[in-house]
């Protein structure tokens, strides 16, 4: 494990300096080809540190493609576990490139990517925001697979996937080595091939016990349910109302609301009455709910059920304000035609901030009729 550690500190060593460099393609290929190499082993590798850092990249559209064809083949590869988490990890630092400079296509590519192999070890979320426009990075392959992740629906390459994983986690320890040999001293044999067998019975059949119940409890997540909302995925109402009725209860009741949310979206009635009565006060709902619904009412509910000089709210790990100065500190960026003697200004003084919600409030409420929303653009939050 020393002369591992060593090739991979080496890697990453070398890493550093030739991202000094100029980042091109050479770049790039050679540095997950070194880490692919590295993390080619059945034994579980830490990828802690390990990452594909694409900030100032200049690639162009075909290499990006090659290197999204060299992703799929660690995806189709059947011997390492390593190289799925691996993929998974080239997969969002390609996705969140910075600057974000990936074409529609190429957004479209990774997607595909991302939810074929939704349900591999070491997946890490890339769903894209809830602005109008991220619709168009799923086209009809990955909303068909949308279908069968909400279905449900788990694949044997899938379950092999995580029997692997489980595995190579397994080889490292020495609790199944000490197990193999109780059950040897039982039977009276002494054969280190005999022994290893045992070994190799006891880990496989862990792991595809371990692999059944991964796959049962991997579930999707929730920005993936509500994007089905922004995709107008009407085909998927029934499958929602199923998993809806199933969900299981949660502190935060996250999943639910997904479900819940993402049916209101799709002009389900029910549902949209059914969060403004119980789910509008905050931090159940908050800015970001504003853009995905786009809908005034909501934010008129906001505003009655959390305005309030009386509660505070969290703001940070560090501190609180009244939950008066949070609500409308999360309408202001919204508001289309707000006065010029309201706009926001720093002030060391807390009293002032108290002041301008207050005076902001109480605008809002005799302009009711003439206030107009807008959800569009990057919002800036004056407390957020």
Known sequence: MKKIFLIFVCICLSHN???????????????????????????FVDMTGAYVGFDNSNLKTEEKKKLIDKIEKLFQQKEYANLYCWGHQILRDMWWMYPDNNSLEI?????????????????????????????????????QRIVEILEGKKTEEEFNAYSMYDKSMLIT???????????????????????????DSIIIESSNKSAKLILESLQVEPELIKMVGLLDMKEC???????????????????????????????????????????????????????????????????????????????????????????????YPFIKNLPKELKYSYSSDMNDHYKWAKELYEWLMANKSKVKFDYEGKKDFPWR
């Open 107 to 143: 957004k479209q590519m990774l997607m595909e990517l991302y939810l074929q192999y939704y349900f591999y070890p070491g997946t890490q979320q890339i769903i894209a925001s809830y602005e109008l426009g991220s619709q168009s990075y799923y086209n009809k392959k990955t909303r």
């Open 173 to 199: 320890y020495k609790s199944v080595w000490t197990e193999a040999a109780q059950i040897m001293k039982k039977q009276e044999i002494k054969n280190d091939t005999i022994l290893r067998q045992i070994r």
């Open 17 to 43: 300096f030739y991202g000094q460099q100029e980042r091109n393609f050479t770049y790039f290929n050679h540095w997950i080809d070194s880490l692919t190499l590295n993390f080619s082993m059945e034994k």
């Open 237 to 331: 109402i029934p499958i929602l109302q199923q998993n809806l009725q199933s969900c299981p209860e949660e502190e935060y009741r996250t999943r639910e609301r997904a479900y819940r949310w993402t049916l209101a979206r799709l002009d389900d009635k029910e549902q949209r009455q059914y969060i403004m009565d119980n789910f509008m006060n905050y931090p159940y709902f908050n800015t970001s709910d504003f853009v995905y619904f786009r809908d005034n009412e909501m934010v008129w509910r906001y505003i009655d059920v959390n305005y309030s000089f009386d509660r505070s709210v969290q703001i940070d790990s560090e501190g609180t304000i009244p939950a008066a100065l949070m609500t409308m500190s999360d309408v």
